[in-house]
C-alpha cells in the first residue's frame, strides 16, 4: 500500500526555520510532481509549492523568496525548507503527489495526500 508520510512540523518563533519532509512508501515506480500544500483554520486548502520529477517548481506567490522546494527521486521524498517563517504560515501542511505510477500490475494513483503535519509560528 502506497504512503505519504510527512515529518518535520511544530512550533517555531516568527522568523524561524523548519524544514518539512514528506516520504513516498510502497510498491512505487515513479511519481510525477509533488507538491506542498496547506490549510488554515477556515480557510481553503492553497498551493505552496510544487516539483516534477524533473526538478522544474512553482510556489505561491506568499512563500516565494522564503520557502524552496527540493525533492530526492531516488528516495521518493520531497523537501520543503521554510524561512522567514511568519504567523500567517501557521496551517496544517499536507504532501501530494499527483500521480503515483506502481510496479507490476498495481494501479496508478491520482491526486495522491498525506495524512498532513502542523506547523505553528507564534511567538
Known amino acids: 500500500q502506497v504512503q505519504l508520510v510527512e515529518s518535520g512540523g511544530g512550533l517555531v518563533q516568527p522568523g524561524g526555520s523548519l524544514r518539512l519532509s514528506c516520504a513516498a512508501s510502497g510498491s512505487i515506480y515513479r511519481i510525477n510532481t509533488m507538491g506542498w500544500y496547506r490549510q488554515a483554520p477556515g480557510k481553503q486548502r492553497r498551493m505552496v509549492a510544487t516539483?516534477?520529477?524533473?526538478?522544474?517548481?512553482n510556489y505561491g506567490d506568499s512563500v516565494k523568496g522564503r520557502f524552496t522546494i527540493s525533492r530526492d527521486n531516488a528516495m521518493n521524498t520531497v523537501y520543503l525548507q521554510m524561512d522567514s517563517l511568519k504567523p500567517e504560515d501557521t496551517a496544517v501542511y499536507y504532501c501530494?503527489?499527483?500521480?503515483?505510477?506502481?510496479?507490476?500490475?498495481?494501479?496508478?494513483?491520482?491526486?495522491?495526500w498525506g495524512q498532513g503535519t502542523q506547523v505553528t509560528v507564534s511567538s
Open positions: 501530494n503527489a499527483d500521480r503515483i505510477d506502481t510496479y507490476g500490475l498495481g494501479p496508478t494513483l491520482y491526486d495522491y
Open positions: 516539483i516534477t520529477s524533473g526538478s522544474s517548481t
